[in-house]
Nanobody, 121 residues
Framework: VQLQASGGGLVQAGGSLRLSCEAS????VGWFRQGPGNEREFVAH???????????NSVRGRFTISRVSRDNPRNTVYLQMDSLKPEDTAVYYC????????????????WGRGTLVTVSS
């Protein structure tokens, strides 16, 4: 399984970005992030069918995870990030196919390279 995250960049506080995660196969997908000097933390998760989504408390109401429908051959998962804050600055990673707890990075089998998001104050 190959994963590729993209869409990062530099944005001012209060702005928006949309990250994309292209996957070679359809799986449940999670987004994680790792800021400077911090451990990798859970951001959001979407199930295989897309019917259920979960968010970290720090991003709920500001971030939205979604995915293309199953009849779309592009297995893309999006993370729409609005009302960005400087503390959202991090490298964002997408991961696929968790076993068990979706909020635990160690549960995911596949990882893509990260994309850097920088939010200036």
């Amino acid at each position: 399984v190959q994963l590729q995250a993209s869409g990062g960049g530099l944005v001012q506080a209060g702005g928006s970005l949309r990250l994309s995660c292209e996957a070679s196969e359809r799986y449940a997908v999670g987004w994680f992030r790792q800021g400077p000097g911090n451990e990798r933390e859970f951001v959001a998760h979407i199930t295989w069918r897309g019917g259920n989504t979960y968010y970290a408390n720090s991003v709920r109401g500001r971030f939205t995870i979604s995915r293309v429908s199953r009849d779309n051959p592009r297995n893309t998962v999006y993370l729409q990030m609005d009302s960005l804050k400087p503390e959202d600055t991090a490298v964002y990673y997408c991961a696929a196919d968790p076993e068990g707890d979706y909020y635990s990075a160690t549960r995911y089998k596949y990882w893509g390279r990260g994309t850097l998001v920088t939010v200036s104050s």
